[in-house]
């Protein structure tokens, strides 16, 4: 079946933010558009049609990245804690997958490119925070002491969780300690107190 123009476009747009994803990857900031549109199997004029330039590309590859963690489908329970609990243990999961290396160049080969660039600084930035908004729906409404967890307490806990648990995921990729549930577990479920909450 043949697409359509726009699901056409879309295909190629997916092909060369997947294709800036690895070259990036590979070179970081050296990364070259000619590379990125081959790998796509599509020319460097897709590019500009499609983002602008390598600029563009590289706008759409960081907002395209919003982390690797998925929350889709959670069995997360309505107590806070054992919400908590299912999302050190994905992060975990994430942290012994054996992609999971290559993920953590990835990001440090981001991070040689936004630092450079405030333009894309700001968009990393934004896509961070739109995470952490993400993670903290999950955790808005769960019970916990008594009541229901208020919106901010949820975005302080997300903030929270997410440094902690990449951290500790770092630790696990880089084999400077073994994985361990129970630890992983622990440990974000130890920031559920009344000074990282904050107020009701």
């Not at 079946?1 to 990857?25: D, F, P, W």
């Not at 073994?178 to 909450?197: C, H, S, W």
């Amino acid at each position: 079946m043949r697409l359509t123009r726009a699901e056409s476009k879309a295909a190629n747009r997916r092909a060369l933010i997947e294709a800036a994803r690895e070259i990036v990857g590979r070179d970081g900031s050296k990364a070259k558009l000619e590379d990125i549109a081959e790998l796509a199997g599509l020319t460097t004029g897709a590019v500009y049609s499609l983002f602008g330039g390598k600029n563009g590309l590289m706008a759409a590859m960081v907002e395209d990245y919003a982390g690797p963690l998925d929350l889709s489908g959670a069995e997360t329970g309505t107590r806070l804690e054992e919400t908590v609990a299912e999302i050190a243990r994905r992060f975990l999961r994430m942290s012994a997958d054996p992609r999971a290396a290559g993920m953590m160049l990835f990001e440090a080969r981001v991070l040689d490119l936004v630092l450079t660039d405030p333009d894309l600084c700001g968009r990393l930035t934004a896509a961070m925070r739109s995470t952490e908004v993400d993670l903290a729906a999950l955790l808005t409404g769960r019970e916990h002491d008594g009541g229901a967890v208020t919106g901010e307490q949820a975005l302080r806990l997300a903030r929270a969780l997410r440094a902690l648990l990449a951290g500790l995921g770092q630790g696990v990729v880089l084999g400077a300690y073994e994985a361990d549930e129970e630890y992983f577990v622990r440990t974000a479920q130890a920031l559920i107190t009344p000074k990282v909450l904050g107020p009701a």
